[in-house]
């Protein structure tokens, strides 16, 4: 491709609104251009790049035996209101009406729409398996666009769900599944992980994501570097860092600590290590009676003192679905002081307890006494508080503590979500009473799986992680155009312009994508924009190195590096030797 016959549209600055590197960079190297918050134009520059992601989907997808379709954006109401998620999804979902005043929604995903399709099609067990998916433009209304591409409003996603006749068929397809997205991010040369995961909304039972490793990256990251072992943090089961429970050595005393309602301070200023305090979580879950009247119950979550809350493993907790936190009355009420000062002890209403693991394993912890100004010291299980009756889960793993697997420590790194893979079971096809005949011939409901990826987002997630401060390095796979020729004076020598259209002629035909800057520019400008857009590889040819018979050669991801000399002879070997197919580079 001719630079001249092409669009190159890039900016020396990022607008001021843009934010993290990869919306900045796309901005300014002209792949994206906003048309409203979350909605923007791809660019031919960025177009190129989606449809190289979405080819090597569809390539592998269909080496996994999958079978493409492709659904409907816009989609019916009765189809979400048979499932509750019309109501369930909130205002992230987009509704709209018809002429004839019908409700329809932009659809943010297709089980629904696909399960609509199954229970009409598949009859008996002789149709099972089967895999359909589609490369399509959601749209989730969010409250707050930002970050470009990598949490917008419109985006694209290669959604596939199958359908089988018993668990261990759907076992079997997730893991076939699980194989295709590795071998689909290994190509295109990311530096990805998948961890077990929380379905949240979806709903079903195991998942895993996959994250494309970047410091940016919103997620936390939990793994042990000496095993296979990775889960997201919200996942990640934390066991108690205390193998049993020490015996009291102090005795429980009511100790002033005027001014001191964290548990840093408190540490501090007993001079205590951190660890030996407890910190006091009230939650309230509202139940309604027969009648209809909502009573809110409150809970009492102790954690350590160094320790975070996980949210999604306390909704877990049995009776603690739906949890809030309580209210500053809800707090006095049941305790009679203000947070920062409370505990487990003399609450001045019954309260229902849980306690982390670590805590249950815990003696002589400090604790607050429900009371300003002062807190516990010398607690312990069994002497001064009852032996916990609810022992759960509630914390974030921390780097060094055991793996769950015993297979070594934990470490923490960050990630960008781009895929993720599902075993719904029979969630939507119980609500849509998607069924099929098994062998006796009695109806039995569809078990289904559902796999996405993020195609958009995943030029986010690719440019996050390999840029540099003169622009995006893209991985040759994804890259808009595999090699630029950078002509130092193309419209005004002449034996500049005959070298460089021979070898223009020659890199073509060996089926290499070139973008051949003929624009005429300065060779600084033409080499700013060839690194903003991170080309992988550049050849520069003047008129003084060619008297020689040479081209300069540089690789992208080492632009630092001094230019290599090549004969003109030597440009195409060095080029497919650089090519070489991409190792592995999965965990």
């Known amino acids: ?105 932009v659809q943010p995903t297709s089980e629904e729409v696909i399960t609509d399709v199954a229970r009409s099609e598949i009859k008996s067990y002789r149709q099972l398996p089967l895999n359909f998916y589609h490369i399509q433009t959601k749209f989730r209304d969010e409250r707050r666009p930002r970050f470009g591409v990598m949490r917008g409003r419109e985006f694209t996603m290669k959604d596939a769900y199958s359908f089988h006749a018993n668990q261990a068929d759907l076992a079997r397809e997730y893991q076939n599944m699980y194989d295709a997205y590795t071998r689909i991010f290994t190509r295109l040369g990311l530096n990805f992980r998948a961890v077990a995961a929380d379905n949240g909304a979806i709903g079903g039972s195991g998942s895993h994501e996959f994250h494309v490793i970047a410091e940016t990256g919103e997620d936390v990251l939990a793994y042990c570097p000496q095993s296979s072992y990775g889960a997201n943090l919200e996942q990640a089961e934390a066991h108690s860092l205390l193998a049993t429970r020490a015996a009291p050595a102090q005795p429980l005393a009511k100790t002033a600590t005027p001014g001191q309602s964290k548990c840093e301070a408190v540490a501090a200023y007993l001079q205590l290590p951190l660890t030996q305090t407890v910190k006091s979580i009230v939650l309230a879950v509202d139940e309604a009676d027969e009648t209809g009247k909502i009573t809110p119950r409150i809970w009492l979550l102790l954690l350590r003192g160094d320790h975070e809350l996980n949210e999604v493993k306390v909704g877990k907790v049995p009776g603690l679905a739906g949890f809030r936190f309580a209210t500053e ?110 062998e006796q011939g009695k109806p039995q409901p569809l078990l289904m799986g559902c796999y996405g990826i993020g195609v958009t987002r995943l030029l986010g997630a690719a440019i996050e992680q390999n840029h540099d401060e003169r622009g995006m390095i893209w991985p040759t796979a994804m890259a808009p155009f595999t090699v630029a020729l950078c002509p130092v004076g193309y419209d005004r020598n002449e034996m500049v312009k005959t070298a460089t259209d021979q070898l223009y002629t020659a890199l073509q035909a060996a089926g290499l994508e070139v973008l051949l800057d003929d624009r005429g520019e300065r060779p600084g400008a033409m080499f700013a924009d060839m690194e903003l857009l991170g ?48 190792q592995p580079v999965s965990h």
């Open 1 to 105: 491709m001719r630079a001249s016959q092409f669009f190159i549209s890039t900016l020396k600055e990022a607008p001021a609104d843009a934010e993290v590197v990869s919306h900045k960079l796309m901005l300014r190297a002209g792949l994206i251009k906003r048309v409203s918050a979350g909605i923007y134009t791809y660019m031919p520059m960025g177009l190129r790049v989606i449809r190289k992601v979405e080819q090597i989907i569809r390539e592998e997808m269909n080496r996994a035996g999958a079978i493409e379709l492709l659904m409907p954006v816009i989609q019916p109401a009765e189809l979400w209101q048979e499932t509750g998620r019309w109501d369930k999804m909130g205002p992230e979902l987009m509704r709209v009406k018809d002429r004839h005043d019908r409700d329809f929604i």
């Open 329 to 438: 009355v809800e707090i006095m009420a049941h305790f009679g002081c203000i947070p920062g000062y409370l505990g487990p002890l003399q609450t001045q209403q019954p309260v229902q307890l849980v306690v982390d693991r670590t805590v249950a394993n815990m003696s002589d912890f400090v604790c607050g006494a429900n009371a300003a100004d002062y807190h516990y010291t010398g607690v312990n299980w069994g002497r001064d508080l009852p032996e916990p009756e609810i022992i759960a889960d509630l914390r974030n793993v921390t780097a060094g503590e055991p793996s769950p697997d015993g297979a070594g420590t934990i470490a923490l790194c960050r990630g960008i979500e781009v895929g993720h893979v599902f075993q719904l079971g029979t969630r939507y096809s119980v609500a849509m009473k998607a069924t099929f005949l098994d």
């Open 535 to 582: 080309i992988p590889h550049r050849i520069t040819l003047g008129e003084r190195g060619l008297k020689e018979g040479l081209v300069e050669y540089v690789q992208r991801a080492h632009i630092q590096q001094e230019p290599c000399k090549l004969g003109l002879d030597q440009v195409l070997p060095a080029l497919l030797a650089a090519l070489a197919p991409i």
